[in-house]
Every structure is written in structure tokens, then in C-alpha cells.
């Protein structure tokens, strides 16, 4: 059989099909093949300091939910909630390090002690918090009183470090500069709170700490930094630096300073969504708040998870419940019809009550972020998250 020879024309003529979407490194636009026509300069509306991204991961095509997995889900037993033990003397703190790398770590982390009581710990804050408004008030200790302020600090930061003028839209460098204050800060930072005897913990507690709000090379943030803030907040509690009477405060102070810290991030750094299902994800950047706000919601009068698409109620009531505040963010910021955007958050409207809607978010939560290896290969173990 005769060889057939591969010729191209150019590219950017009339006739050629794609005109509008030229090659960009030796491709052909007609049939994808290798070609030696040249590839089109590169656009000078980029700066040298933040090039264009060479690929968009979250903006990647949106995949639906398998429903093997959903059923998986809905039929997996609800989380409960568990004591977190105070770690006895002699400590040996350490530099925590990355373990989990297959589903086989994975199945090992929830088999564990560590793994479980961590998820434990996750239902207690939701359970504290259960039927209360943030501003109800609840006990405030020193030391919560000491990481809202630490908080507050991280904020004020913000102002001080302004986004850099670059063309691209997400990842502003000048959060590198703001996560570099944060990183060369954290040992003070803990030390602002820990007793002395405490106080060679921080080596332990500022992985955690530095991890959850963002990653500074990649100029995004997720579930995963999100669960990292948890699990910083476990370790204060295996410490015995947090007790369960402060578990509402750590929801309600804690929690929602650090929301409002991570919100006002993304905005102004533009953050990119880490790891994010697209549309099909609860949300671009959190889970734990709508965890947290359906437990807030429980027995409510007159707020029913379909009162979501209530303007109103989302007015008047999202500075006291952290659902509604979720709902309200992302309004703020996605265009376009509700269901659309985020089908999911759209869906649990129409679940009859708040108390399924939080057992099936804590089942969600565990089987999306915690048992994912792409999320949970960033989470960090030492002397007081065991790897076991």
C-alpha cells in the first residue's frame, strides 16, 4: 500500500476549518496531528511575572456524579461523634509529615483511632452547635479569645499586602507574599496561646496551621486546606489547649472568622478552587461550614432547607447561620440561575429537614474529602494525628 503523505496548509488561511482557534505548539488545527508550520507567538498581554496558566483543572469538564458511589454514600452508616483524648506526658512532638498515598492508606487512616476520632471530633463541633444562632452567646476562653484575635491579625494582612496588577485573572502573586508573612510568623503565632510547658508543640501545630489557608505555589485553596484548620484545631484539643465547653465558641468565633479570612483570600487573590468537581461539587472552595449551618438549622420553626431560594430569609438570616451564609457567598459570586451552578446545594433544598440534610453532608464528607487520595496525600501526621 502506498505511504500517504501528511501535508498541511496554513493554519490561519480562510478555508482552513478552525481558523479562529490556531495551533499552539506544532499542531495541526485540521486533524491534531504534527505539523511543522509554526506555533503562534506568544501573547504579550500576559506580564513575565505571572504567564498564562498552561491549563485550567477546576474550569476542566464537569463530571457527574457516579451513582454507584452516591449509593454508596447514602447507604454508609452517619459518623459519630466522639471524645478527643488529652495526649499524656512525656510529649514527643515532631515535624508532621505526608504518609497517605493509595486507597489502601486511605482504608488504613479510617480503620485507625486517629481517623476515627478526627471524624469524631468533626461531628462534635457540628453537635455543639446544634439549634444555636452565632450569636447566641457561649463560653469564651482565653485561648479562644487569643486565635480570633491571631485570625483578625492574618486578616489585617490583606490590607496591608494588595493584590499585585497582572493580567491573569486567578492566582494574584502577592499571596505568595501574604502565605510567606504567615509561614515566618507561625511559631510566634502558636506561642501566643500555648502554655509554656506546651510551647515545643508548635514544631507540630504550624504544619497544620500554615497548610490551611492555601497553597502558595499554586495560589489556591480547597476542602483539603480547609480539613488542615481542623485537624489544627484537633491538635489544640488532644493538647487539651481547647476542651468540649469551648467546642460552640470554635464553631461560632473560631470558625467563622476563619471563613470570613478565607472568603476575603479569594477575593482578593483570586484564589484558584483546588481540586473542584465543577458544578458537580458542593462547593468551589468549603464543606465544612454547610456541615456545621444544617446542624445550626436543625428543628428550626421556620427555615426549611427549601427557604434557600428565599431572598429574604438569605437577607436577614445569613450573618446567623452558616448555610445560609455559604448560599449567600456563592450568589455573590457565581452568575446565572442557582440550580445550574450548583446543582447539588440545589438538590439538598428539597430534602424534607435539616437533620438528614447534616447526616448526609457528614456521610459526604467522609466519602468525598476524607477518603479521597487526591485531597487527603496533602494531610500531615505526627505524635498527636498518629499514623497508625
Known amino acids: 500500500m502506498e505511504e500517504q503523505h501528511h501535508h498541511h496548509q496554513d493554519c490561519n488561511t480562510p478555508n482552513s476549518i478552525g481558523a479562529q ?38 474550569r476542566a469538564p464537569a463530571i457527574p456524579p457516579d451513582p454507584h458511589s452516591q449509593r454508596a454514600i447514602i447507604l454508609s452508616p ?4 466522639q471524645h478527643v483524648p488529652v495526649a499524656s506526658p512525656p510529649h514527643q512532638f515532631q515535624i508532621p509529615i505526608k504518609r497517605i498515598q493509595s486507597p489502601d492508606d486511605i482504608r ?3 480503620d485507625s483511632d486517629s481517623g476515627k476520632n478526627f471524624v469524631g471530633f468533626v461531628v462534635a463541633l457540628s453537635e455543639s452547635i446544634r439549634g444555636r ?9 482565653e485561648t479562644i479569645n487569643t ?12 490590607e496591608e499586602i494588595p493584590p ?8 494574584n502573586i502577592a499571596y505568595r507574599t501574604w502565605h510567606e508573612r504567615l509561614v515566618n510568623s507561625g511559631e510566634s503565632l502558636m506561642f501566643q496561646f500555648l502554655p509554656k510547658n506546651l510551647q515545643p508543640a508548635a514544631v507540630e501545630l504550624v504544619p497544620y496551621f500554615s497548610d490551611s489557608f492555601g497553597n502558595s505555589s499554586r495560589i489556591d485553596y480547597g476542602t483539603g486546606h480547609e480539613t488542615n484548620f481542623a485537624a489544627w484545631l484537633y491538635c489544640l484539643a488532644r493538647l487539651g489547649v481547647i476542651r468540649e465547653e469551648d467546642y460552640p465558641a470554635i464553631v461560632s468565633r473560631v470558625f467563622v472568622r476563619y471563613l470570613d479570612l478565607m472568603r476575603k483570600l479569594q477575593l482578593v487573590y483570586c484564589l484558584e478552587p483546588a481540586g473542584s468537581h465543577g458544578v458537580w461539587g458542593l462547593d468551589d472552595y468549603h464543606f465544612l461550614p454547610f456541615i456545621f449551618g444544617s446542624s445550626q438549622l436543625i428543628d428550626h420553626k421556620y427555615m426549611k432547607p427549601k427557604s434557600i431560594h428565599n431572598r429574604d430569609i438569605l437577607d436577614n438570616f445569613s450573618n446567623e447561620y452558616l ?3 455559604g448560599i449567600t457567598f456563592i450568589m455573590k459570586v457565581k452568575k446565572g440561575h442557582f440550580a445550574e451552578h450548583s446543582p447539588m446545594l440545589d438538590d439538598i433544598s428539597g430534602v424534607p429537614n435539616w437533620k438528614k440534610v447534616n447526616s448526609g453532608l457528614l456521610k459526604m464528607y467522609k466519602a468525598e474529602v476524607l477518603e479521597k487520595v487526591p485531597i487527603m496525600q496533602h494531610f500531615l ?5 498518629k499514623w497508625e
Open 21 to 58: 482557534s490556531p495551533p499552539t505548539s506544532g499542531t495541526c488545527c485540521n486533524c491534531g496531528g504534527p505539523t511543522t508550520f509554526p506555533p503562534p507567538p506568544v501573547s504579550p498581554a500576559f506580564s513575565e511575572i505571572s504567564p498564562p496558566p498552561t491549563y485550567r483543572p477546576i
Open 78 to 81: 452517619v459518623p459519630q461523634a
Open 108 to 110: 488504613k487512616l479510617h
Open 133 to 141: 444562632k452565632i450569636s447566641d452567646p457561649c463560653h469564651q476562653s
Open 147 to 158: 486565635i480570633v484575635s491571631i485570625l483578625e491579625t492574618l486578616t489585617q494582612w490583606t
Open 164 to 171: 499585585a496588577q497582572q493580567a491573569a485573572r486567578y492566582g
Open 323 to 325: 448555610y445560609l451564609a
Open 381 to 385: 501526621f505526627g505524635s498527636l494525628i
